[in-house]
Structures are given as C-alpha cells and as structure tokens.
C-alpha cells in the first residue's frame, strides 16, 4: 500500500503543450520560461523535456541558470532578472548564458567583462507594468552604450506585459504600442508575448514569444479553461487515503471543530496538508478526486492531512486521491484558494517526491 505523497509529472503533457505554442505562434521563436524549478515541476527535467522542442530557455536567476548548465542542459539559456553584480557576471561568461539588462550599473558591470567575452544581451524596457526595465526614452542611448562594450554581443529588446491574461484589457494595447514606438526601424529582433500574449494578443508575437504557465497545463487568461485552450495537465498531486471513520451525527471533524457531521456518515483522511503545499485556507466547497468520484474536503486542512466526505463513494484505505491535475483542473483548486495556479505548482514542498512519466 503506497503510502507517499508525491507530484507526477507527464512530459508528454509537457510537450503537447508546447505544441499549442507552435501552434498559436508559427512565426516566431520560442522561449521557453523554466523558472522556479520549473514552476514547481522540476527544473532539469523540465528543461530536458524542452531542450530539443524549444529554441532558448529561460530562469530568473542565476543560480537557476548554473544548476541547468552544471546538469548538462546547453540550450541557449537567458537569465531574466539579469546580474546584481561582478561575480554574477563573470558566471554568466563562464557558462555561455544570455542576460537581460534593465538597469545602469549592470552596463557599467558589461564594461568590466573582457575582450574574450561574448554575451548576448537583452534590452528590457519599461513599457507599463513599471517593475524592471529602462524608460523607452532612454533606448537609444541604452544602446549606444552596449554597441561600445567589446564584451556585448547580439541585442534583442523585450518588454513584459502586465495585464494580458484580460483580452478586454486596453493596458496590453498601450505597452504594444509604446514598444513598437520605440523600436521604430530598429533592426533588432523584439520579445513581448508571455503565455496570455500568445494567446490573446497574436499582434504581440514578434520575433520571439515566451511561454510560461501554459507549458505547464494551466490556463493564462481569465475564464479560460485549460482545456478549452487544449493545453494537458503536466502535474497531478497525489496522495493516499490513509483511514475511514465512522462518524455518528454531531461529530466535530478535525482543529476547532468547524465542521459537524449533519448524520451518521464515513469520512476520509488523506495524507496531505500545507506541510506539502496544499493551500490551507482553502474554501468549504472543495472537492478532491477519489476512484473517479469528488468528494468534498471537510474541516480544516493541516500539516499533515486533509479530511474528505465519502457519502455514495465506495473506498478502501490505500486509494489514491488526486489533489489536482488529471480529472481535476488546478484552476478550481486555485479558485477555491482565492489564488491562482502558478502559487499552487510552484507551493509544492520539497518533501513532496515527483514522479516523471515520458
């Protein structure tokens, strides 16, 4: 009888939905973001899954960055919060890695690197969502600088959106246009579309796009379901059913005695808690997915476990429920948490094991 909890994690799911991405955007490169381990999924297997699928990958941080080279993964690899400083850099030479630059002094660090240095570098400009990036008036000076250091290589500009999962959005229509303007005739490749852009915004697409919790099975626009984007479940979250109970009417289930059983009834525990990163505040009309039936989460989630109603469900100790994923789209799960999908994969604990399917 299993007895862990543990994430598996369909590559197959993974490059299907990478697919969609082709698919919606044929024309342009793609980034593939594999940031935070992966959203939650795993770093190196993500990045293995894609390395051939994909055109370049994309971390946030450094550090993400050499665990990817230093298990082999040679993918051209971008690191988009950039350096904070000279060591930082000195990895990004070493390990062949491209750089996002959306501040002063990491120009100012560029101009220390080498001769024998060759790093590409990515331009981000501030087009509207105002968290990193230069001013758009500021690019053509931006790039004059980087064109004079030895060390800089080939340039690419980008932007982030901030609002595009809302297709009625006029913010995304705004940072297009201020980014268009400002490369006017510029010859250099251009970088815009995250996941929602892709989708919803095909005018955003340009040379490269960059997908991100798409890849992951999970939709990226506000009342879109996964499924009616085509996009697969990569993880599902499981664990066992450890015990049935026999409860008799008036019975308080589990801290604070917030739930009551109204009459005689059997319930569930299951071995999972927000010990293993299923949310605790999770609203009363959760369900979890047991032998094909949902059966509804019942008092209060704690470290360890969870409790479940098995009213009209035939169960034995050893069952295996799905938390979400596969027969259960984590975007309900995410609404019942008053979160959204990205917190839920990337909220998995490190005791939860993943399990690859290929």
Known sequence: MAQSVYAEINLTALRHNFSIVRKHAPQSRV??????????????????????????????????????????????????EGVADAEE???????????????????????????DSAIDCWVKLDTGMHRLGFPVEDLDKVLDQLKAIAAVDRIT?????????????????????RMLAAKGSLEY?????????????????AAWVRPGIMLYGASPILGLSAAEINLQAVMT????????????????????????????????????????????????????????????LIGRVSMDMVTIDLRGIDVQVG????????????????????????????????RVSRRYRY
Not at 241 to 270: C, F, H, P
Not at 322 to 343: C, D, F, K, R
Request: proline share 4%; aromatic share 6%; hydrophobic share 50%.
């Open 31 to 80: 980034m593939a973001v594999v940031k935070s381990l992966g959203y939650g999924h795993g770093a190196v297997e993500v990045a293995q899954a894609l390395s051939e699928e994909a055109d370049a990958l994309a971390v946030a941080r450094i550090d993400e960055a050499v665990l990817l080279r230093e298990a082999g993964i040679t993918a051209d690899l971008l690191v988009l």
């Open 237 to 296: 979250l499981r664990a066992p059913l450890i015990a049935i109970n026999r409860l008799q009417k008036g019975d308080a289930v589990g801290y604070g005695g917030t739930w009551k059983a109204a009459e005689a009834m059997s319930i569930g525990v299951v071995a999972i808690g927000y010990g293993d990163g299923y949310p605790r505040h999770i609203d009363s009309a959760a369900h979890v997915l047991i032998n094909g039936s949902r059966a509804p």
């Open 319 to 350: 069952d295996e429920v799905t938390l979400w994923g596969e027969g259960l789209p984590v975007e309900e799960v995410a609404a019942w948490a008053n979160t959204i999908s990205y917190t839920l994969f990337c909220g998995v604990t490190a």
């Open 157 to 177: 500009l980008m932007t982030h959106f901030a609002n595009a999962d809302d297709p009625h959005d006029s913010a995304t229509e705004y940072q297009l246009a």
């Open 189 to 205: 490749p251009l970088s815009m579309a995250n996941s929602a852009g892709i989708l919803a915004w095909p005018n955003s697409h």
């Open 89 to 115: 850099l000195n990895l990004v030479a070493k390990y062949k890695m491209q750089l996002v630059v959306h501040q002063p002094y990491q120009i100012d660090l560029l101009r220390q690197l080498g001769i």
